[in-house]
């Protein structure tokens, strides 16, 4: 088997103006010449990239909070406990200015959260800009002791043959925490994710816990959150790659259509990854994957993706054509439909509070920007349309266009007859105009209220611009003789020709190897799995034979042994698994492998080290299932990743996660021992 792909990972850190070289410092980590592991490179952690120095303030900041927060919790208990009256005046003082420094860290966190100009594109093109997330930081981690002794207790080898594996595990970790803003970033965090089944697998059982705490920081607020459950480690690297999606899908250059795409596709898989961890994992302990967070992230993406499909139409529609311009006056209807569905969502009490006021500030111009771009399209439309000469084909295209272009059509004259007279046209058409610089100003009063879009001079670019255009448009059709008041412009009908999907995660494409395969195939040889000590069976071959019954590939397992034959005299019994055969591991040795090495030794003694499973603990298996309450759809993908190789695929124990005891999970009596179905098991046996 090969290992992990080779992958490549850099800091996707930053702070300040150009980043143009930050993807280009490669970092050569220390490798083993005789391991088989995957070379990573990486850039150097200390690199003044940009992206690398908002990345240290931010971690800076949440080790502040962090220390803030435990001199806060120490203050409380000591305020609860004392009855000294001057210690309480102290304490109460004390509190007062950790609450105040608090306030100022996450002040100064929401400032770099918000800082997303660092993350768009280099282009000199004029475009809105995206909002991108941060990656959550998390502590290293040190598997070495842990492992270590889990290996020596539960699996009874000596763990110090594993260093290598373990050193390998820490090191893709490491790499996983400064991914790459590229397909190679989101392959690492893939590997990683992988990864984490086959060492639940390994070595998280649910009668014992491993003893590592994964400590991981709110993306956003900075707030530390600690556990020893390994599915609080995988939600976290499943947000990541969410995250990194955003920062992929923000810093494309979206003047070609190319370069549109790629971001439609990043801001999919982003809301597909967020939308993922939403519905597969629950009672998350930090609030950036609570599940509100989550559906606000979700509906965010989705109001991306349809701005991204705006600017393609707008690219490709060259012409000016009456039913084009409707169609992307409609388009422009839809974008400000869904933003304002996110900033509904972001000024829900739980989110108010914790969303940066920058992110609601720009989803609010973002929706009253694309309103006014609906306005002066329908009014380009209606002021440029002159009746067509060439034929009534084209002319009645454009009427069924029209009728279907307001949620509620202007009361007075139909619309048949506003299309044929100019005079009409023009007043509707400076109507929506009229709407059109009402919420460009609008856009322009929101933007001015909030300190750090003030400082974004691409968006303050965008706007003024788009304001100055309807408005010319609109003093080009007043008129001095126009002594009526100008008509309210009815609302335009939403409509988009491209519907976002939600592109769930494709953890598949990322192939990997157990790190651990050397402990043996995970049918047998997992944390769930209860088996004796190993026995060295001293066989020696008879005339008839050596008397068993053998059954199956890696591990081969003993079917049956003939009563009063030599394996049976030698200790040997029914339901063992071979796992060495004169000191050679055989644990992933096929079937006839096995029985070569035993033939090749039929005129002399031969020793075979057999383990006997006696079960999964049963008893722990009823309460994992009474702990949890979610369905088994990570346990599908699961056996999507793991069956081909087949091994067992049983799901991590997450937060709140409801698993199925039917099919693998279910034990095979075999006489007065157990075993589990095999991944690719011969249905012939035969004796030797």
Known sequence: MEGPATREFELCLSDGASDDDDDDMPLTLPTDS????????????????????????????????????????????????????????????????????????????????????????????????????????????????????????????????????IKELIELRQAMRTPSRNQAGLELLMEYYNQLYYLDQRFFS???????????????TGVPSSQRSLAFEKGSVLFNIGALYTQMGARQDRSATASVDKAIDAFQRAAGAFHYLKENFSNAPSLDMSAPSLGMLVRLMVAQVQECVFERITITTQD?????????????????????????????????????????????????????????????????????????????????????????????????????????????????????????EEALRVHGLCKILRKMDILQDVLCQTHKRSLESYLELDREDDFDETAEAPEIQAHTQQKPDICPPSFSTVQVTDIFQRLGPLSVFCARARWGPTRVIHLQ???????????????????????????????????????????????????????????????REVAISVVTLHSHDAQVERKAAMLSHCGDKENARQRLLGGAKGQSSASLLNWNRKKKREGSGVAKKLGSTFSLSFGNIRDTEAMY
């Not at 014992?208 to 400590?215: D, E, I, K, S, Y």
């Not at 054509?321 to 169609?327: E, G």
């Open 320 to 440: 000016a054509q009456f039913a084009s311009q409707l169609q992307l006056a409609q388009e422009a209807a839809q974008v400000s439909d869904v933003y304002l569905l996110v900033h509904q969502t972001m000024t829900q009490p739980l989110m108010k509070d914790y969303v940066p006021f920058s992110w609601a500030s720009m989803v609010q111009v973002k929706s009253e920007h694309f309103r006014a771009l609906s306005h002066y399209y329908a009014a380009a439309a209606l002021c440029e349309h002159t009746s067509s000469s060439d034929g009534e084909e084209r002319e009645k295209e454009a009427e069924k266009a029209f009728l279907k272009f307001y949620v509620n059509a202007p009361s007075g004259e139909t619309l048949s007859q506003i299309l044929q007279d100019p005079e009409k046209r023009r007043k509707l058409g400076k109507a929506h105009l009229r709407r059109a610089v009402m919420r460009h």
């Open 541 to 603: 071959r008879r005339e008839g034979g050596m008397g068993l019954t053998l059954r199956g590939d890696s591990p081969v397992l003993v079917a049956g042994v003939v009563p009063g034959g030599c394996a049976e005299e030698a200790g040997l019994r029914e339901g063992d698994y071979i796992v060495a055969v004169d000191g050679q591991d055989c644990k992933w040795a096929k079937h006839g492998e096995v029985v070569h090495m035993l033939k090749s030794c039929s005129d």
């Open 34 to 165: 005789s391991h088989s592991g995957s070379i990573r490179k990486g850039c150097d952690p200390f690199a003044q990239t940009q992206r690398s120095k908002l990345q240290h303030r931010r971690a800076r900041i949440n080790q502040q909070i962090n220390k803030e927060m435990r001199m806060r919790a120490g203050a409380e208990n000591l305020f609860r406990a004392t009855t000294n009256s001057k210690v309480k005046e102290t304490v109460a003082l004390e509190l007062s200015f950790v609450n105040s420094n608090l306030q100022l860290l996450k002040e100064e966190l929401e400032e770099l959260n918000s800082n997303m100009e660092i993350y768009q594109t280099d282009s000199d093109a004029i475009s809105v800009p995206m909002i991108p997330l941060g990656l959550k930081e998390t502590k290293e981690v040190d598997f070495t002791v842990p492992i270590q002794d889990f290996i020596c207790e539960h699996y009874g080898e000596d763990s110090s043959l594993y260093d290598k594996e």
């Open 206 to 220: 649910a009668n014992r816990n491993l003893g590592v705490h994964f400590h991981w920081y709110d993306s956003l």
